[in-house]
């Protein structure tokens, strides 16, 4: 009903009344002596708003996104590096230019992965490559393996290339693609692992629903992975390592296969209050030992200058 109506019947029916702006009162005596409404006019009122309803815009569920879209300037030499690469690299899988979203007619499928890599070598999705350290040496290293790399921002997407460019990969790819829409899309069993290093803290509490490790994307992750196939996740933030047991651990279709025992705070944290865990009580959590697959960039050793503990985890597929 729409709130002018509201107004009106609730004024009409009974001694308090919150008008369209919230602030007006009428008392009873106001109310007995204003005349009840007609059945007529009531219907009539009810009528108008129903048509005030239909009015309405329909209002879609907001989408709660992992990341910030940034400016993503570009200097001469990624520029130059986007203009001769994108097309040996950079995959078309956009709903549209400069949208996050999938194409509605694509899917990851068996018969795409061969058609984009020619081979029905096993893929590996790392997301958010950031500037491709790690995803362009492994590919440089096992080139009998397919890489998909997922990188929201315009510097990373072109920095990724310059690498795979000046490599001459050919068995990369990279989709600037919002990671929980390319694998709501993915057939199941058709992916390897995946991996998640290092993904954006989202320190603030009231941030913690947009990090990226989420109880939807791992039932979409593990559709998409094989039997056995694993998914790899790290992260320098305490905080962010106990959000990651708490989605993980309980779920039926995922195994630890940690084999580290470390201890961690049961309660969470936000920015500025970190210091509090130090007197929260703590548990026992496994954790894997640092996957070697991960080359050590500059951003997990400034990780490590400043004190802070790795935290790596690998969950198998069930």
Known sequence: MASGVWAILKCRAGSFCVS???????????????????????????????????????????KVLSFVRRSGRLDARLQRAWDTYADTYLLPL???????????????????????????HPLVIEIGTGQGENIIAAAAQHPDINYLALEVYDPGVAHTMLRAGKQQLRNLRIAQINAPELFANADA?????????????????????????????AEAVHRALVAGGVWRIATDIEDYALHVHEVMDGRDDFENLGEITVSLPTGHVGKGNADLALDMPHADFVESSRFEGRVLTNFEKKGLDAGRVIHDFTYRSR
């Open 20 to 62: 369209d702006t919230g602030r007006y009162k009428r008392t009873m005596q106001d109310h007995e002596e204003q005349p009840a409404l007609s059945t007529q006019r009531v219907q009539s009122l009810r009528s108008d708003s129903q048509h005030a309803d239909e009015a309405q815009p329909i209002r879609h569920e907001h």
């Open 94 to 120: 956009n709903a549209a230019e400069g949208s996050l979203d999938v194409r509605q007619d694509w899917r990851l499928t068996p018969e795409w992965i061969h058609d984009t890599w020619a081979n029905d």
């Open 189 to 217: 069993a058709t992916v390897s692992e995946v991996w998640t290093f290092f993904p954006d803290p989202w320190p603030k509490m009231k941030h913690h629903k947009r990090r990226i490790v989420q109880p939807a994307l």
